[in-house]
């Protein structure tokens, strides 16, 4: 079992530019989700998906933030244009069916926006 | 969601067992009870989880009191890799949304 897997590990940009991140699921698991960790706020949910379809996306912060799951190994967190408030560090998470199951995190993506 | 409340910081000599104490005052009795923890420049990391038993697992155990309102993690041998902040999470079965606390910043000393 290789774990949630994202990249990339760190991504430096200038604001203004389009930032894509990437995650893999543990194969099987049926929920995603992407969090968002800073200083200020600790740990926020952005979205979650089961089976590749968006359920909640209440946390998402702007328009400026998209996510897509085009299949059940794969999810993107797109931020266009990126401000240097977007700065963070992103993690992915994925859990099996059951409502009582673990989330299993992968290391992030630490964003800087300069 | 229930709030938890945990102390900001604490130390352990290693080898020791490490009691990790939260408040959950207000929960509810649909809500359990999650521990996760974060080492430094990594994802949270699953410990353990219940409902109002105690229950235990290969890396620490989970002591929650009769009436729910507190709970305790507890490592039993603690080593220097369990440095880290612990997060104390209550969490309705039906809903995803974890409300993450500040958590407990556990040092392990030699």
Known sequence: ?114 | DAKTTQPPSMDCAEGRAANLPCNHSTISGNEYVYWYRQIHSQGPQYIIHGLKNNETNEMASLIITEDRKSSTLILPHATLRDTAVYYCIVRVVSNYQLIWGAGTKLIIKP
């Open chain 1, 1 to 114: 079992d290789a774990g949630v897997i994202q990249s990339p590990r760190h991504e430096v940009t200038e604001m203004g530019q389009e930032v894509t991140l990437r995650c893999k699921p543990i194969s099987g698991h049926d929920y995603l989700f992407w969090y968002r960790q800073t200083m200020m706020r600790g740990l926020e949910l952005l979205i979650y998906f089961n089976n590749n379809v968006p359920i909640d996306d209440s946390g998402m912060p702007e328009d400026r933030f998209s996510a897509k799951m085009p299949n059940a190994s794969f999810s993107t967190l797109k931020i266009q244009p990126s401000e240097p408030r977007d700065s963070a560090v992103y993690f992915c998470a994925s859990s099996d069916r059951g409502q009582n199951s673990p989330l299993h995190f992968g290391n992030g993506t630490r964003l800087t926006v300069t």
